[in-house]
């Protein structure tokens, strides 16, 4: 007997809007202020950062967060500065009010496009 796997899309139910409240939302900083209520699951350049209301009110205000590669006892503390001018690359809101977003790192993506300028001159 064969057996069928089928993949929810129904995961997902509400994508992120680029604008709030007549504001532009790229960075996690911005997610964090547009949703103050709500919960956080990021995937960032330093790893896994998952934050309930009172961890992501900490971030604001300037306390460094764990982050860890997928395995619990493995966090290490990211300055605060480093994860709220991350840019988002997506962010969705499941059904039981969690937002899931994945990250980039705008400091890297400069040093790696001045490197390749360098290579071409």
Not at 15 to 44: I, S, W, Y
Not at 113 to 121: A, C, D, G, K
């Amino acid at each position: 007997m064969k057996k069928e796997i089928k993949m929810s899309t129904e995961f997902y139910c509400e994508e992120f809007p680029t604008e709030q409240n007549g504001r532009q939302v790229q960075t996690l900083k911005d997610l964090l202020e547009a949703c103050p209520e709500d919960c956080f699951h990021f995937m960032t350049p330093f790893g896994y950062v998952d934050l309930n209301a009172q961890d992501a009110e900490q971030l604001r205000q300037g306390a460094a967060m764990p982050a860890h590669a997928g395995e619990s006892g493995w966090e290490i503390p990211i300055p605060a500065d480093k994860l709220l001018q991350q840019e988002l690359v997506t962010a969705r809101k499941a059904k039981n009010g969690q937002w899931y977003a994945i990250t980039t790192d705008p400091q890297q993506e400069l040093e790696e496009s001045e490197q390749v300028r360098e290579i071409h001159l």
